[in-house]
């Protein structure tokens, strides 16, 4: 009978347990890490509950590259004030902003702190998803109820157990092969 050392044992094991965490790292209950729930503080305090809530501006308006391209961008300070260069409000910094701009003064873009995050490994094509549900729809399936959000928080896990689930949906009949979203 041969035996063998406690640490050839765990040498001999580890390569295997790797593997298990790296498979199971997507899966639903192995959510650590993927910022549910993450606000972080932005440069502006931008009420999504007030523009796409009260005052009913639609997620494309803001965000139209969503519908364009893979990504969604952050609006340009230029969207702002088509609204702000008119309307004055109870935010010292946009109005500061909007007569800065009605000034004919170059502005710096907002730095927005990024709320919903990706590994550099994955691809999320909001247009797919934007042309095949519709906005506000396929927005509110990744991002929640964000017109009722004062301060935007990442909504769901975004893990990749939690997007397969998704796409096995039968009503949404999305491919689930792993260059869906790795290349």
């Known amino acids: 009978m041969v035996s063998h050392s406690p640490s050839f044992v765990c040498r001999a094991l580890m390569p295997a347990l790797v593997i298990f965490l790296l498979l199971t790292s997507g899966c639903e209950w192995g959510t650590i890490g993927y910022n549910k729930g993450y ?3 932005q440069p502006i305090a931008f ?3 007030l ?8 997620c494309l308006y803001c965000h139209s590259s969503a519908e364009r391209s893979m ?8 969207i ?6 008119v309307l004055t409000t109870q935010n010292e910094t946009m109005n ?8 004919g003064k170059e502005l710096k873009p907002v730095a927005w702190v990024k709320v919903h995050m990706l590994p550099d490994h994955v691809k999320f094509n909001h247009m797919a998803h934007v042309q095949k549900f519709g906005a506000p729809n396929a927005c509110h399936k990744c991002h929640g109820p964000v017109e009722s959000m004062e301060k935007v ?3 769901a896990p975004l893990s990749m157990g939690w997007c397969v689930n998704c796409h096995r949906q039968p009503e949404h009949q999305a491919p689930v092969a792993c260059s869906t979203c790795h290349y």
């Open 39 to 41: 606000a972080p503080e």
């Open 47 to 49: 009420s999504h509950a």
């Open 51 to 58: 523009h796409a809530g009260t005052y009913k501006v639609q």
């Open 71 to 78: 990504h969604s961008a952050v609006p340009s300070l230029n």
């Open 80 to 85: 702002c004030m088509n609204c702000h260069k």
């Open 96 to 103: 500061q902003m909007a007569m800065d701009y009605n000034q």
């Open 153 to 155: 928080y990442q909504h």
